[in-house]
């Protein structure tokens, strides 16, 4: 290890230091602690080290205030030094080393609850929140040594939407036990205050967005309203996106309706071929076993065959009550999954965890408000589409829902619908994932635009027509390795294998050798 500290009471280890000193292979940083250079600059090891030095240094110190909570030394603006703070029983005093302050308040030593830590000790969940609350502001060439009342406030509304109002009841009678302690009586005061706003006992002034959303009893998931805000950001800076509608006359809507709602639970595991829909949709007629999934894709048909006022329009209430009015009608054929009713549990696709039940309302309330002020269709349309796939409302049928309502915003305008083909799958997966995982909105806003060209550019006004061109552009096509989503080719010549039709070099590429264009039904 670069840093060299001297031993108590080895003579002999003693000599050692001094001989390697005197032969210049060490330096002295300060009274017990040396440093022998091993590639990384002296700072960079002393930053690295904060903890260690903290245990040799202040041997009675427990790391408090700001650092317990970000557990690392903090740069402020215009300052090349790092900052550590300690409590310890001893004197307020600075140690200054190369690149590194750590500031000694005279306070409390260790006390119950508080954590081992590399040596020294970590204050306790209860303590950082006390130190944290207590006033403080920028002095001696370096910023406030405290986080302040936002971020506790913030810390307590994240635990209480994870673990629930019990748990914040808990962290209030330990905080009581040790405030007096500790000398932290005032800052108890706020806690306790906190606590009972955010559980709505009583009334106050919260600080954080989060806060005064809970406290007005409807919590919000205010990462999900972050990544919101990204998207709409985002948005902001890219020239409107306009591509008109060519789906105006009744053939063209019917064809495009159904298409879209083929795709659209395709892409949710309905793996119905496209004769079987077509069949379910136009001649209630579905496949042997498969009633309930011919009837999903009837249900989402139904909804996207309507037109009339876009989403929208509505105030949060109204808004509120046609998503669930949507969902009734869309899985009204599968009780089990409470059509119309909000989700009680949480729901999590993968890595992707979805907003918490109780957080739902508010953040939905805040996303509509954020949509009203998005003047733009297709941004619009975009951003509601997100925001339903990323709070998913429902236990099932999110997925589907998002795409109708992002469907109904564009018609009303006059715009091309967007519609996410087979091949298209786990492309537009991974662009949701994106935002929801990286708070990256750009994959999915290019990705959206992409398939609105080949959505306008895949229209016909019968549905052998509009198979015809989707499988043109490779549309149907399940294995990825094999086909990409394109602009259609009337060149290309189209082949139906077990129902998925596409052209004849995929079926080449995947090893099925083409027998003839088989004949689709009339209508």
């Known amino acids: 290890m670069p840093l060299i500290f001297t031993p108590t009471g080895n003579a002999a280890e003693d000599r050692r230091i001094l001989r390697m000193r005197a032969a210049g292979t060490i330096d002295r940083i300060r009274e017990g602690v040396y440093f022998r250079q091993a590639g990384e600059p002296m700072e960079t090891e002393i930053r690295r080290s904060w903890a260690t030095l903290v245990a040799r240094l202040v041997p009675e110190g427990v790391v408090s205030d700001r650092t317990s909570i970000e557990t690392k030394p903090v740069r402020f603006p215009g300052d090349d030094t790092y900052h550590v703070f300690v409590s310890s029983p001893r004197s307020r005093a600075t ?23 590399m ?15 207590a006033p403080s502001r920028a002095r001696d060439g370096h910023g406030p040594r405290t986080l302040g009342d936002g971020v506790v406030e913030a810390k307590l509304d994240d635990w209480c939407r994870t673990s629930g109002p019990d748990h914040l009841i808990a962290i209030r009678n330990r905080a009581a036990a040790l405030a007096p302690v500790i000398g932290r009586q005032a800052e108890f005061d706020k806690l306790d205050a906190m606590v009972d706003m955010l559980l709505n006992l009583r009334h106050g002034e919260m600080k954080t967005r989060q806060g005064r959303a809970r406290a007005s009893g409807m919590p919000l998931d205010i990462g999900c309203v972050d990544r919101l805000a990204k998207l709409t950001l985002y948005l902001s800076d890219r020239a409107p996106y306009t591509i008109a509608n060519a789906g105006h006359d009744t053939g063209r809507l019917t064809t495009n309706s159904f298409m879209d709602a083929y795709f659209s639970n395709y892409i949710e595991g309905i793996d119905l071929n496209v004769e079987q829909a077509r ?23 139904a909804q996207l065959i309507e037109t009339g006022r876009p989403p929208s329009a509505d105030d949060f209430p109204s808004f509120r009550d046609e998503l669930r009015s949507r969902h009734a009608r869309l899985m009204r054929h599968r009780p089990e999954v409470r059509p119309g009713q909000f989700k009680e549990k949480a729901n ?5 965890v979805f907003v918490a039940p109780d957080l739902l309302d508010g953040t939905l309330k805040e996303g509509h408000a954020i949509m009203r002020s998005i003047d733009d269709p297709f941004r619009r349309a975009v951003f509601l589409h997100y925001l339903l796939a990323e709070t998913h409302p429902f236990s099932d049928g999110n997925g589907r ?54 959505t306008a550019a895949c229209s016909a006004n019968t549905v052998a027509g509009v198979v015809e061109v989707w499988a ?39 090893g099925h050798k083409p027998v003839g264009h088989e004949p689709w039904p009339s209508g």
């Open 95 to 117: 140690i200054q080393l190369p690149g590194l302050s750590i500031h000694i308040r005279k306070g409390a030593g260790v006390a119950d609850g508080d954590i081992a830590y």
């Open 119 to 133: 040596g020294t000790h970590l204050a306790g969940l209860e303590r950082r929140l006390l130190d944290n609350l």
């Open 279 to 301: 069949a379910a949709v136009f001649e209630s007629a579905v496949p042997e076993g498969r009633r309930q999934d011919g009837q999903d894709v009837v249900a989402t048909y």
């Open 348 to 352: 999590r696709a993968g890595d992707t």
């Open 401 to 454: 829902l998002s795409r109708i309502l992002m469907n109904r915003e564009l018609l009303a305008a006059g715009l091309s619908r967007v519609v996410v083909p087979t091949v298209f799958r786990h492309d537009y997966i991974d662009a949701l994932r994106a935002l929801s995982r990286r708070d990256d909105p750009s994959v999915l806003v290019r990705s959206l635009e992409f398939c609105q060209r080949v």
């Open 472 to 510: 043109q552009a490779y549309a149907f096509c399940e294995n990825p390795r094999h086909a990409r989503l394109t602009m259609p080719n009337p060149a290309s010549e189209i082949i139906d294998h077990d129902g998925v039709h596409a052209p004849t070099d995929y079926w080449q590429a995947v």
